[in-house]
T-cell receptor, first 113, second 114 residues
């Protein structure tokens, strides 16, 4: 069965600390896509990144970086030098062979000033 | 470019009633998908419409239905409301079909069933 696990329910750090959000997925498909979305208090989900199963190259976008490792079925997200504006709920998701998004439970990130 | 617009933003209904939620996608986007978000079940896929056709459906009872109009606007309907239907209903649009690309979400319609 397709599944996405975000074991960290809530993480609280002080501003400027680095923080890593974990995502572990399960799929039998050889072709799949992984996503990270951010949900601020306003409610709308904001796309952060997409990765397909054939591209294991890590990605960096400003303070954000992603580590995709097929060997451990993980797609972890790191925020460097966190800021208060990074406070949100972050979701990892997997697109299965039926093209349905399977969502993780989300990790609530609290950045304290 | 206007984003995805969902109406109403908040509504309160009682058990047994029905509700219709509306979603206007980003101009030019032809795919609209709906998601239910609850504290207990998290985010769950409801259905996706592309060019007025339901392309995909999640594991929800028949009380949940939707449609898409020729201008790509979409509505979802929940009949015979139950307490467990209380949730944030999110709509997302994308230029093309499928779930492999970036989705653009609205702020959601928060439904409370009393």
């Amino acid at each position: 069965a397709q599944k996405v696990t975000q074991a960290q329910t809530e993480i609280s750090v002080v501003e400027k600390e680095d923080v890593t959000l974990d995502c572990v997925y399960e799929t039998r498909d050889t072709t799949y896509y992984l996503f990270w979305y951010k949900q601020p208090p306003s409610g709308e989900l904001v796309f952060l990144i997409r990765r397909n199963s054939f591209d294991e190259q890590n990605e960096i976008s400003g303070r954000y970086s992603w580590n995709f490792q097929k060997s451990t079925s993980s797609f972890n997200f790191t925020i460097t030098a966190s800021q208060v504006v990074d406070s949100a709920v972050y979701f990892c998701a997997l697109v299965d062979s039926n093209y349905q998004l399977i969502w993780g439970a989300g990790t609530k990130l609290i950045i304290k000033p | 470019k206007a984003g995805v617009t969902q109406t109403p933003r908040y509504l309160i209904k009682t058990r047994g009633q029905q509700v219709t939620l509306s979603c206007s996608p980003i101009s030019g986007h032809r795919s609209v998908s709906w998601y239910q978000q609850t504290p207990g079940q998290g985010l769950q896929f409801l259905f996706e419409y592309f060019s007025e056709t339901q392309r995909n459906k999640g594991n929800f009872p028949g009380r949940f239905s939707g449609r898409q109009f020729s201008n790509s606007r979409s509505e979802m309907n929940v009949s015979t409301l139950e307490l467990g239907d209380s949730a944030l209903y999110l709509c997302a649009s994308s230029p093309g079909p499928g779930g492999t690309g970036e989705l653009f979400f609205g702020e959601g319609s928060r439904l409370t069933v009393l």
